[in-house]
């Protein structure tokens, strides 16, 4: 299980690494539900208008 410790270890480390707009949270840790063996879902959502 990931500790909320490592959780914004991992979203510190998004946003200093790129220009980042958001991020979002899905699967079983946004609803609160994480198991053992669970992995941690995120979308990133960058301000790259080169990338569309």
């Known amino acids: 299980m990931i500790t909320e410790e490592i959780e914004k270890e ?6 200093m690494a790129e220009k980042v707009s ?3 949270v899905f699967g079983s840790y ?3 539900r994480p198991g053992k063996d ?3 879902d995120l979308l990133v959502v960058i301000d790259k208008k ?3």
Do not use: H, Q
């Open 38 to 40: 669970s992995d941690i």
């Open 50 to 52: 080169e990338l569309v």
């Open 30 to 32: 946004a609803y609160g």
């Open 10 to 15: 991992i979203v510190n480390r998004i946003f």
């Open 22 to 24: 958001k991020i979002i």
